[in-house]
């Protein structure tokens, strides 16, 4: 069993970087399973159905998303009705959408769970307390199970990682755009990586246009921050299961841009 997982794609440049390096990936990789962080695929917030589309037209199996889920407010129309779609089941009771979803492959099922940290971040509710509640139930079901872990702070990532080890599959950070290179499997079995990284405008901060963002912290003064254009660059990362335990074996970072794809 093998997961490519392709950290948070902001923006039409990080869908562009996406569209361009997944065939490439399938033939050097031939994952049974890609997942994407899609929370800021719309204008760097939120995403929409024609993105949701899009994305499984290239082949992509599942999508998390993240803090910016409501963003783009087209997605209360669409949410519950998108199986593949999880945004974070830390969220209040009754929220729209799903935190779980359960994806059929040729080599088995694997269970998404996304959850969403609160260091930094909106107070909601205990995202381990709801990893305990949420892995008893789905390792009833399936023994695959990748957690994207949606925080601000490496330590509460660090924590997550570390609560969860021997029970998922694997657990990978999204959210802070900067992919960290601390990729390991912890002893008890499960694959750890603390970012994964982002997947659109190289030459921006974050993803955002630079000036913009340099002058909020020079100034300190309201900015409108807009999502970059130009070159991209492009993280993700392989994750091999062992289909006896449904631990992980390896997993390894993948890092490009556009112009090292060009040259090759």
């Known amino acids: 069993m093998r997961i490519l997982f392709v950290g948070d794609i902001v923006g039409a440049v990080g869908r562009k970087a996406l569209k361009t390096c997944l065939p490439r990936l399938r033939d050097k990789y031939n994952p049974g399973f890609i997942i994407v962080n899609g929370e800021n695929a719309a204008g760097g917030r939120g995403i929409n159905a024609s993105i949701v589309k899009e994305f499984y037209e290239w082949g992509v199996h599942g999508i998390t998303m993240g803090n910016h889920t409501w963003d783009q407010k087209e997605i209360f129309d669409f949410i519950d009705k998108e199986e593949r779609l999880v945004r974070p089941a830390n969220f209040p009771p009754g929220t729209p959408g799903r935190g779980l979803a359960y994806i059929k492959g040729k080599e088995g099922e694997l269970a998404i769970v996304n959850l969403q ?73 499960t694959a750890y990586v603390t970012d994964v990284g982002m997947t659109g405008p190289r030459d921006g901060i974050l993803g955002m246009e630079r000036t913009s ?37 390896s997993i390894k970072l993948i890092r490009m841009d556009e112009e090292q794809l060009i040259f090759e």
């Open 117 to 189: 940290g609160r260091t930094f971040l909106p107070p909601i509710d205990c995202p381990f307390r709801k990893a305990d509640e949420i892995v008893e139930q789905v390792r009833k079901r399936t023994r695959y199970v990748l957690v994207d872990f949606h925080a601000e702070a490496t330590s509460e990532k660090l924590a997550m990682g570390w609560h969860l080890d021997g029970k998922v599959s694997a657990v990978v950070g999204t959210h802070t755009h900067v992919q960290t290179n601390d990729e390991r499997v912890l002893p008890q079995g």
């Open 213 to 249: 963002v340099m002058q909020k912290f020079k100034t300190s003064l309201p900015v409108r921050f807009v999502v970059d254009e130009g070159k991209w660059h492009f993280h993700a990362v392989v994750i091999d299961l062992n289909p006896a335990t449904g631990l992980a074996q």
